[in-house]
């Protein structure tokens, strides 16, 4: 399993060196890897969703997930904006770069990384409950909190808590997880033949959501490692400890409790690049963000695998 994850990402990866020795630029890369990204997001996920919340029932075990998830994330943000503030009282930081800052340590990758990886360890349960921390936590957040980091700190200076709901609504896996709720909840059946596709589809799209990770990597510049460290440790050592801290408070155990502390544990969001473009925080340090976490849970997923 952990072979699979770094072949597919070393994959993305090798085309992202493939493409640049091919002499397209940078930007062009982003952009096919945007399309990729927008197609899978848009058109597979929503599938993908609909045939977890139709083949999985809703339990207990989601609602706790759920709790636990938004009670980390907010956490790391809060906990993020204390150390960033005091190390800004002492060292001068940009404004767009404390909101890239802030926005990375507490937002994970949970959905490209996280979902393959914890679809490999528990099959179809961990799938449902990934979905579950994603959609019920992860998603809603980014689309209000992170959005709000991002208008406070960056050049974008105007948020309005109703466009990021409408956003939240317009959202296709939301709708592939309502209808596969719906239909099962009614007892509506399937056909089989349909069923085993959309199981096919899963399958797939996990490895071509890590490929999509590979070719997001970029170089880092050593010498603000050490502005970024703090939000290193945050998402990828504090963020799992509060998810164990809320879930053994809550009374979780087995399966859900690994996917909580896994998916808390993820490196920070690809979404971020996106909303530094389009909020005005920085971009470089979103990027090096992607890029470390991701190397230090990696490394840390390798450790704890041997």
Known sequence: M?????LFILTGLALRFLFTALGICPEKIDSIRDKINYFVFYYIIPLVCFKTAYTMPFSLSHLKISLVANLTILSCVALSWLI?????SKRAIKPEVMGSLIMCSAFGNVLYIGLPILTKLYGAEGMSYAFTYDFLASTPLTWTVAVAVCMKYGKAK???????????????????????????ELN????DLLIITLKAISSYVTYLMLVIVGISIKAVSPQKFALLLPAIIIK????????????SLTGLSGVPFNVCIIDAAMPSMILSMIFATAFGVDLRTAIEMIFLTTVSFLSLFVIFAI
């Open 2 to 6: 952990l072979f699979d994850i770094f």
């Open 84 to 88: 960033y503030r005091r190390i800004a």
């Open 236 to 247: 990828i050592i504090i963020s799992p400890f509060l998810a164990f801290s809320f879930g």
């Open 158 to 184: 105007s948020f309005k808590l109703k466009d990021s709901f409408l956003t939240i609504l317009k959202i296709p896996p939301i709708w592939g997880l309502l209808l596969g709720l719906s239909l099962r």
């Open 188 to 191: 509506i059946p399937l056909q």
